[in-house]
């Protein structure tokens, strides 16, 4: 399998990460979708819900979203949880992280730490931080990190 797939979302979900790409008006973000819906996707089979991450730009002088701006530029949106916070948009959850690695971090299964990169000419573009390929591949679901932390 190579980096590059094409999956394909329903239009309502594709219209959804787009209005929150277009909201923070910013390519240096990574927004994307993340674990089972990705996962499902990949293995063909049915969705029960989409997750959309927002992580921000590494480099130093790059702005840094808060999940507060996040929610404040998404009109009708709104925060719940207090130990790990996540905005509601349009029935949407979307978790703001500093880096992909920092949400795989609390993801539990490698095949729910897959993502889809929105793409801004279309389409999305799929990466992951542990050994996703080979899990989703050999249909393995391996736990995320070392299972004596868990």
């Not at 094409?6 to 910013?26: G, I, M, Q, T």
């Not at 949106?77 to 992280?97: A, L």
């Not at 949400?103 to 996703?132: P, Q, S």
Request: proline share 5%; hydrophobic share 35%; charged share 20%.
């Amino acid at each position: 399998m190579s980096n590059r797939y094409k999956v394909k979302f329903p239009n309502e979900v594709n219209n959804v990460v787009r209005e929150v790409a277009y909201a923070l008006n910013s390519s240096l973000l990574f927004i994307g979708l993340v674990g089972g819906c990705v996962r499902d996707t990949l293995l063909g089979l049915p969705i029960n819900d989409y997750d959309i991450v927002i992580c921000n730009d590494p480099a130093p002088n790059s702005p840094k979203w808060t999940i507060e701006k996040v929610c404040e530029k998404l009109p009708g949106s709104f925060i719940v949880g207090k130990s790990c916070p996540i905005i509601i948009y349009k029935g949407y959850e979307i978790s703001v992280k500093n880096s992909i690695e920092e949400d795989a971090i609390n993801r539990d299964f490698t095949v729910n730490a897959i993502y889809c990169k929105h793409l801004y000419g279309g389409g999305y573009e799929i990466m992951g931080v542990y050994h996703w390929q080979h899990d989703i591949e050999n249909r393995i679901l391996r736990i995320n990190g070392n299972a004596e932390e868990i």
